[in-house]
């Protein structure tokens, strides 16, 4: 390898590796009277935005040269996934290492490394306290990079751009040492390589002097070198004069310096002259004079002189020289490419017969390059001989450099193919084209569709992954139809799309045009990828977006068959959707659909999808009542399973009554198919380790602890746990949860975004619902968010006052899918309309007359939430009641019993007018409109409405439960007496045992009191019976206790033996002592 002759002094002086570790020995700081006059640091007249690469220690970056070159462009995205992007902060070290490890491959220097180098050292000298801090690198670290600033170490920047950096580093110099005669000889040679003029030759001499004593030959030859070097005649003749006065003998450099000051001002003559000069001191012209003499008649445009003394000379320079006269070359303006040729020609074996292009020239072609003379470049490089290898080279690393230089450079298309092509024609480079297109993948993908072409054309083969970043480019760019032009192409260069293309970047990439699944598939065999190769990944797709409807549309219009074991695990996750929306005839449609396209007919599908419907689902295995919904309604589309299958699911219907086993083990019976085999890899029973999705929730807290204690990873159980605990409403444990996957940087899924989301709504922090809500969409826009969980954030954004907002949301979300609506949601939407009642009752009453929680109402029936429901009438009827307008709200029930025939808030109205009939202060206080006689009045229209609606026996068994409720007990047992009153006992039960769940226990003691000694059905004994019943279930002993000495109270009452019994069995089970008094009763000893 060539090397200059300043690289030549600074190295052997210390190797750069020993450099490093000295890096902090260093400390002196120099004074300022050591400062550089004439190199002051100026303004820089350009700036260079460059990208920090990431690297994480010395060594992670100088493992290979391939690493090297693909860590600038990785993506740099956080771990968290979120859309915020961290600076990374890399130490000098780093930024050492990565710049000795380019050159150490390359030989030459990235002027982005020695920029970002320089960068970090200033701003730590900025950001420091002290004045002159010193420089994190040492002295001989500092005068390496001051050796960089030559062209051949940095040949895409110009003479003034190195100037500029070597200024920088002088500067980072002076606070680490005083300079010494060494840096002033490096200084010396970049000027003289870079043919820049030195200012004030003087100021230089003096500045020496002071700290490095009086200067000798060898200082004035450097400096007439660099005033020859720059044609600076002038300042030559002075340092000549001085060099006699101090008896300075001049010397064969000192002639040549000469020679090529007279050549490079246009002095020919002068050249002649200094020749003259030489032989007159007895020096004769060596071969180093002839090449200046070459160099000179180049330059001043005498090519044919020039060519001649080449020939005169031939095969005596040696490859310095040779590169000295070749660089004078291809400086012209019109370059002679057969003088060009000549030299190369020249040039000695061993140093041209390398696996590599020699750096030397390596360097002028990356010159030629940046100088947009690639055509130049391309013919330097034919002229060189192709390379041998041998087993163990790399065959592809041949001007490697120069073909990423040709991206660095932007270099036209066509020069870059054609450069790659005669490498590869001429064997230097076997697999240029590869490399070319790998380059343009990762740098340029917009022309990397040209280089795969001219892959092809060369007889290449192409493989479906060379285009996978073409796809990622051209959807970022382009959308869903860059992926479709892509798939064209690959069709016309005739590459079958795969599999693995198919499933992870094309599918994912036309989530829109998924959504017309019929469109999609056509769209897709137009460009080659055949219906039978996409629709099983097609079909997953809509199965993960819950799109039931389109999935069985596409298996009725393509009789394709399926491999249905790929179909298994997304069909599973669908059965959760459709059984919260109780869908269950849908689901046996589509299993039944996809049964008949099914390749193995002797396969057991159906057993093996609700055996994994069972596993992944530990709520399917709880509520068995669904499983035998399921179960019927595949039965009923004559699906069959496997006896296995069957006696597997038996196994796992335990939690559940003798009825319902019964009736899954005939369900079962029916669907048994002895010729059908379970597959290998489906979900048997379960085994003995129970799967962290099948575990409760304490079971997951204990698994936690366990894996913490073992020091073993966390992440999935973390994730399970947050969303089982917010599904549960344990907030607080769900908060913690979160603060330790953030911690631990667990990598977020939809499912467990869509899960903190909900833990905000419920914790009511709009703020963090709604980030959250916007991370979820930007990460996952194709997730979508159950619709329960939508309702609820609007329900939130309206207890905030962004009613408004609400409805853009759900409108929002009804144009993009069909709304399911339903039962499962109708809690959600009550909410969401008690909301609005709340929040409408503090504003005026529009002028229309019609309240906003009957327009909301109103709203979400027409986009599908919800239908007419008694329930969801409620908060309607309830803004009238918060507004104290109690004529309006009997106006509004009476409007709503007529146009949905629903009679909503019916008990609780009805007790309310009762109590104002009453003359009920308080109550009257509440609504300063109504007086007591209005209130009778309107008591007798709300009955009367009830009666039309539901009847006289139902209207009875209300008012019966209002009198109770509000009434005295003189009104009640007046009307219990009454033998033309006839009662509902059935919906009388039933609405005894709503108010026993909502604790209304002082109601139903009034009632039971009132009906005692009457021959009605209303059995007072009954009551109270259904009233223990209910502590018992919600295991509250100390509301039985308390029922207990209410009625022990009464003396007319004996409580029964039943009674006591169960009270007893109560307080045994929560091991409460026993009152005397109880045991008493019940015998207990």
């Excluded at 170490?153 to 010494?180: C, D, G, M």
């Excluded at 137009?526 to 097609?538: C, E, L, P, W």
């Excluded at 009778?936 to 009875?956: D, E, P, S």
């Excluded at 019943?1029 to 109270?1049: H, I, P, S, W």
């Amino acid at each position: 390898m060539l090397r200059t002759q300043l690289l030549q002094n600074v190295c052997w002086r210390v190797s750069l590796r020993a450099a490093a570790q000295r890096a902090a020995t260093s400390t002196a700081t120099p004074t300022s009277h050591g400062c550089l006059r004439y190199a002051m640091t100026m303004a820089r007249n350009r700036s260079r935005t460059t990208l920090l690469p990431s690297v994480s220690s010395c060594s992670s970056y100088a493992t290979t040269a391939a690493s090297t070159r693909t860590s600038t462009h990785k993506k740099r995205t956080g771990k968290s996934g979120g859309s915020v992007e961290h600076t990374v902060k890399v130490s000098v070290e780093d930024l050492w290492t990565q710049l000795e490890t380019y050159y150490k491959q390359h030989s030459v220097f990235r002027f982005e490394h020695c920029e970002r180098l320089l960068q970090q050292l200033e701003s730590t000298a900025t950001a420091a306290s002290e004045p002159s801090p010193p420089s994190p690198l040492n002295a001989a670290q500092l005068h390496f990079l001051l050796s960089s600033c030559v062209p051949e170490l940095l040949p895409v920047q110009t003479s003034r751009e190195r100037l500029l950096l070597f200024r920088r580093i002088w500067a980072q110099l002076l606070k680490v040492e005083q300079p010494t005669l060494s840096h002033y000889h490096t200084q010396l040679q970049m000027l003289r390589q870079n043919q820049l003029a030195l200012p004030d030759h003087r100021a230089l001499l003096a500045e020496i002097a002071t700290y490095n004593g009086a200067p000798d030959a060898s200082l004035y030859s450097a400096m007439l070198d660099v005033a020859g070097a720059s044609g600076n005649m002038r300042q030559a003749t002075e340092l000549l004069a001085e060099m006699r006065q101090l008896n300075f003998a001049l010397t064969e450099g000192n002639f040549h310096a000469l020679l090529l000051g007279h050549a490079r001002s246009g002095d020919l003559p002068g050249v002649k002259n200094v020749l003259n000069s030489m032989l007159a001191a007895n020096i004769p012209p060596s071969v180093s004079t002839q090449a200046l003499c070459v160099v000179s008649y180049v330059e001043n445009g005498q090519m044919d002189k020039a060519r001649d003394l080449l020939k005169q000379h031939a095969d005596q320079f040696n490859a310095p020289q040779l590169l000295q006269m070749l660089r004078a070359v291809l400086s012209c303006q019109q370059v002679d490419t057969q003088l060009m040729q000549q030299l190369v020609a020249q040039l000695p074996k061993e140093y041209v017969n390398d696996v590599d292009v020699p750096p030397a020239i390596n360097s002028l072609c990356i010159q030629l390059l940046h100088r947009e003379q690639a055509e130049l470049m391309i013919q330097l490089v034919a002229m060189l001989p192709s390379p041998s290898y041998n087993e163990n080279q790399n065959i592809d690393g041949y001007a490697s450099l120069l073909l990423h230089e040709l991206f660095r450079a932007h270099t036209p298309l066509d020069q870059m193919l054609q450069f790659a092509g005669q490498l590869r024609e001429r064997g230097q480079n076997t697999r240029a084209l590869q490399v070319l297109t790998e380059l343009a993948l990762r740098r340029q993908p917009s022309v990397a569709l040209s280089c795969l072409e001219a892959l092809s054309a060369a007889g290449e083969p192409l493989r479906p992954h060379y285009f996978w970043p073409l796809l990622l480019h051209h959807h970022k760019r382009e959308g869903e139809s860059g992926v479709l032009r892509v798939l064209a192409e690959m069709q016309r260069l005739r590459v079958e799309c795969d599999e693995p293309t198919l499933r992870l970047y094309v599918l994912p990439n036309l989530w829109q045009t998924l959504q017309q699944p019929r469109q999609a598939l056509q769209q897709l065999d137009d460009v080659g990828v055949r219906a039978s190769q996409t629709m099983a990944h097609v079909l997953i797709q809509l199965l993960q977006q819950q799109q039931v409807s389109p999935a069985l549309e596409l298996l009725q219009l393509y009789p394709t068959r399926l491999q249905l074991s790929t179909l298994v695990a997304p069909l599973a996750a669908l059965a959760v959707h459709l059984r919260a929306t109780k869908r269950y005839a849908s689901f046996a449609q589509l299993t039944q659909a996809l049964q008949q396209r099914s390749l193995q007919r002797q396969e057991d599908f159906v057993g093996a999808l609700l055996l994994q419907m069972c596993a992944a689902q530990s709520r399917l295995r709880q509520e068995p009542d669904s499983l035998l919904r399921f179960l019927h309604e595949l039965q009923r589309h004559e699906l069959k399973v496997s006896p296995t299958a069957a006696e597997s699911l038996l196994n796992m219907a335990t939690n559940c009554d003798v009825d319902t086993r019964q009736s899954i083990a005939k369900t079962l019976q029916k669907m048994r198919n002895a010729e059908l085999t379970l597959p290998p890899d489906a979900v048997a029973s379960g085994g003995f380790i129970k799967h962290p999705r099948d575990m409760s929730l304490d079971e997951l807290e204990c698994h936690l602890i366990e894996l913490e204690a073992k020091q073993l990873n966390t992440r999935g159980v973390l994730r399970r746990l947050l969303q089982l605990s917010v599904r549960d409403g344990r907030l607080e444990r769900a908060l913690e949860l979160q603060a330790k996957c953030e911690a631990l940087h667990v990598q977020i899924s939809p499912g467990m975004l869509a899960a903190i989301l909900d833990l905000h709504i419920k914790l009511k922090n709009l703020t963090r619902a709604e980030q959250s809500l916007l991370r979820l969409q930007k990460t996952y826009p194709g997730f979508q968010i159950d619709e329960h969980k939508l309702i609820d954030y609007a329900a939130l954004l309206v207890h905030h006052g962004q009613l408004d907002e609400a409805k853009q949301l759900l409108q929002r979300r009804a144009e993009q899918q069909r709304i399911n609506g339903g039962d499962y949601v109708i809690k959600n939407v009550w909410q969401l309309l008690n909301n609005v009642a709340q929040l409408a009752a503090k504003e005026p009453l529009p002028e229309s007359g019609r309240t906003s929680t009957f327009e909301m109402f109103e709203f979400l029936r027409k986009l599908g939430y919800c239908q007419a429901h008694n329930a969801l009438l409620g908060p309607v009827l309830r803004e009238w009641l918060l507004r104290g307008d109690l004529d309006g709200a009997v106006a509004e029930f009476q409007r709503l019993a007529t146009r949905h025939k629903h009679t909503p808030l019916q008990f609780e109205l009805m007790s309310l007018l009762v109590k104002l009939s009453n003359g009920d202060e308080a109550t009257l206080a509440r609504f300063p409109a109504t007086t007591k006689e209005s209130a009778q009045q309107h008591l007798a229209n709300v009955t009367a409405t009830v009666t039309r609606v539901h009847g006289a026996v139902n209207m009875n068994s209300a008012l019966l439960l209002a009198l109770a409720e509000s009434g005295t007990e003189t009104q009640l047992r007046r009307l219990i007496i009454n033998p033309e009153f006839r009662l509902n006992h059935e919906q009388l039960l039933k609405n005894c045992e709503h108010l026993g769940q909502e604790g209304a226990v002082r109601t139903l003691l009034r009632l039971a009191r009132g009906a005692r000694g009457l021959q009605r059905s209303i059995d007072e004994q009954r009551i109270y019976d259904m009233l223990l019943n209910q502590f018992v279930k919600t295991n509250n002993y100390e509301g039985a206790l308390d029922l207990y000495d209410r009625l022990q109270a009464d003396d007319e009452l004996k409580v029964s033996q039943d009674f006591v019994r169960n009270l007893v069995q109560l307080l045994q089970v929560n091991n409460v002592e026993i009152p005397s008094s109880i045991a008493l009763r019940a015998q207990i000893r």
